[in-house]
């Protein structure tokens, strides 16, 4: 017990110590800022949830003693909530009894695990990522106005920062930016969290401590309502004011999960093919270097939900049926 506790407290104080490491205002804070989840997420998924929220818990604490309340609760809403609710979701898994043959009392096999399933964990990071957008921009204010003058008069004060001559000029692009910038900080926050949910699976998993099989990532899908809920979200974008943002940052969330069940879907269309690593590799390697050819990804996911393409390509990969007497 107390090294279970040791190990709640090593974590939390590692979590605090990168998420308050942005007040630094160093270029490596920012990578530690949004790798803070990481330590909470492996003690969730090698040592359990309840490890995580004690960490969680004391880390908060110690943040708000240090800095103040409003450190306290942003660690807790973005950090320490997300990676316990993570961590346990990884871990969830019900037992499955098998039939009884006909005339038999028990079955004949031993009862399996169904684990929660992936894309099921990716809807709950979309979830977690608008949150934490919409939690960060209601510090600005209550109302649209408020928020896009607020944060456009914080861009024109980085702008005269960097590049005084520059500021008089840019009126127009940055009020496209204030437009983008809760979209923008979703897809960050989206990333971040499948980071570093992904890197804490693999570090319990190369440390022997993962309790549930790595899953096929190629099979990961969103559930079918998740499409409905994004066309809402679309409608609502038309509507203006504190709604339209809220609604486009429900969209740009649910958009990644359906670019990230595009990659899914990619490497599943792709296992005929002898290149298939070098396609593969290119196709990351232009994402990340432009950004803007996710759509195709997100594309690509928005057609497997509606028209079935891995289920349809898989079929046709399945050997023939053998013969009957």
Known sequence: MMV???????????????????ASGALISLVLFYLAPLPLMVAAIGWGPLCASLGGIAAAIGLGALFGLPYCIAFAVTVALPAWWLGHLVLLSRRIEPAAPDGATEPAAEPELEWYPVGRILLWIA??????????????????ETI????RRGLMRLLRTTDPQA???ADRFVDALVHVAPAAATIVA?????LNLWLSAKVTATSGRLRRPWPDMMTAELPPMTLVALCIALAFCFTGGLLAIVAQIATAALMMGYALA??????????????RT??????????????????????????DAVFGFRERFLRTRQPPPLPTV
């Open 4 to 22: 279970f506790g040791l190990i709640a407290l090593i974590a939390g104080a590692a979590s605090a110590l990168m998420f308050a490491s942005i």
């Open 278 to 303: 070098f396609w593969l590799g290119s196709t990351y390697a232009v994402v990340v270097v432009f950004g803007w050819p996710v759509i195709a990804m997100v594309i690509l996911g928005l057609a």
């Open 167 to 169: 500021a008089g000029e």
């Open 148 to 151: 896009i003058g607020t944060l």
């Open 262 to 275: 595009g990659f899914a879907v990619l490497h599943t269309l792709t296992l005929a093919l002898k290149s």
């Open 190 to 194: 989206m990333m971040t969290l499948t």
């Open 127 to 144: 979830g977690f990522a608008a949150l934490t957008t919409i939690a960060a921009l209601l510090t600005l204010g209550t109302d649209a």
